[in-house]
T-cell receptor
Framework: NAGVTQTPKFRVLKTGQSMTLLCAQD?????MYWYRQDPGMGLRLIHY???????AKGEVPDGYNVSRLKKQNFLLGLESAAPSQTSVYFC???????????????FGPGTRLTVL | SQQGEEDPQALSIQEGENATMNCSYK?????LQWYRQNSGRGLVHLIL?????REKHSGRLRVTLDTSKKSSSLLITASRAADTASYFC????????????FGTGTRLKVLA
């Protein structure tokens, strides 16, 4: 049981390049999330998914796209990377069914992205 | 905008002392959770307190919630060097969305 895994762990991009971050979970969780973490800002939600084939915008969705084609995978794409997207990206998953659920989020180890 | 704000931003204590950190939030919540993040790692869930609870314990952790003041505190008793980490609160709003809002975190350093 690997929990939540993220690939790659590190990446350096040039402005304008594209890339996809992969998140995988083996806990059969319905909900998956992508966050970015910047110094002094805490975690900010980019996009999330409440089930296979569905996605929704979070706090800071601009410049990112996501897809949830399989329940266990949640992909985050940057179509044209910008220096402002330099950050650490975390994926998380949870088994929540309703808004009042007490389920917690399980986090991956993060991807450190630098855009030059 | 950030829902949770932790206070203090940084805290340095000696091993064996207690550490207290606070979280304030802005809107009505269903529950509030505390997470720990070791340097360079993902977040790990510590404890959850529901909006109808006032206090909860888990090992050396004690969490309180005051919904009238929209605040929560996390107390770590008898701290150890291994407790050195950043601590975040996360709130689940009653507004009907399936997401948590994280605060900016408290960096705790426990000196051996």
């Amino acid at each position: 049981n690997a929990g939540v895994t993220q690939t790659p762990k590190f990446r350096v991009l040039k402005t304008g390049q594209s890339m996809t971050l992969l998140c995988a979970q083996d806990m059969n969780h319905e909900y998956m999330y992508w966050y970015r973490q910047d110094p002094g800002m805490g975690l900010r939600l980019i996009h999330y998914s409440v089930g296979e084939g569905t996605t929704a915008k979070g706090e800071v969705p601009d410049g990112y796209n996501v897809s949830r084609l399989k329940k266990q995978n949640f992909l985050l794409g940057l179509e044209s990377a910008a220096p402002s997207q330099t950050s650490v990206y975390f994926c998380a998953s949870s088994y929540s069914h309703t808004i009042s659920s007490t389920d917690t989020q399980y986090f991956g180890p993060g991807t450190r992205l630098t855009v030059l | 905008s950030q829902q949770g704000e932790e206070d203090p931003q940084a805290l340095s204590i000696q091993e064996g002392e207690n550490a207290t950190m606070n979280c304030s939030y802005k809107t009505s919540i269903n529950n509030l959770q505390w997470y720990r993040q070791n340097s360079g790692r993902g977040l790990v869930h510590l404890i959850l307190i529901r909006s109808n609870e006032r206090e909860k314990h888990s090992g050396r952790l004690r969490v309180t919630l005051d919904t009238s003041k929209k605040s929560s505190s996390l107390l770590i008793t008898a701290s150890r060097a291994a407790d050195t980490a950043s601590y975040f609160c996360a709130t689940a709003s009653t507004s009907g969305t399936y997401k948590y809002i994280f605060g900016t975190g408290t960096r705790l350093k426990v000196l051996a």
